[in-house]
């Protein structure tokens, strides 16, 4: 579930989860949110500031799947299934800037942002000798992101967006 609402002094806070349930082995709990500021209004130009940032957790079998554990060509064969945990640890700001056009039913925006990554990997994985692998990864990197989109509106009640989102660093 996502939900939006607006603050005091023209602020909008976003907040969204998804749950802990278990799906086809994978289970996530993440939570992100956002805090954001609009101004202005020259002509139909809006500018926006956001601060956002995104925490929790997703169990999978990322190391070690049932078809690389029946593999003999596998390092995971005749082990265990891993249990793998990433957590994404994401924090950023974002400025955009977008107007309308075609009379208000074509708006485009562009933005600028930095982020700041986290990420820690924990392997969870057991190998058919019975030893233990539970190695970490932990990686800090801070990231220049672009970014641009649209949205049309198609009727009054419907309307399509769509975004590139670029980190040039990566």
Known sequence: PRLGL?????LALEASWVPPVRVR?????????????AFGDLDGLVAALRVHATFGSVS?????DD??????SS??????????KLSPNIMGIDFAVGGPLAGGRFRPY????YNRLQPRFQVDYTNRFGELDDRRVEV????????GGAT???????????????APAD
């Open 25 to 37: 082995g994978i289970k996530a709990n993440l939570i992100g949110i956002s805090v954001e500021k």
């Open 67 to 72: 078809e690389a554990v029946e593999d003999p």
């Open 6 to 10: 607006p603050l005091p002094v023209g």
């Open 140 to 147: 800090n990197l801070d990231r220049f992101v672009m970014f």
């Open 152 to 166: 049309w509106q198609t009727t009054g009640r419907l309307s399509v967006t769509g975004e590139l989102y670029t």
């Open 110 to 113: 562009g933005g600028v942002g």
């Open 75 to 84: 390092e995971c064969f005749g082990g265990t299934r891993s249990d793998d």
């Open 60 to 64: 999978a079998p990322i190391t070690c």
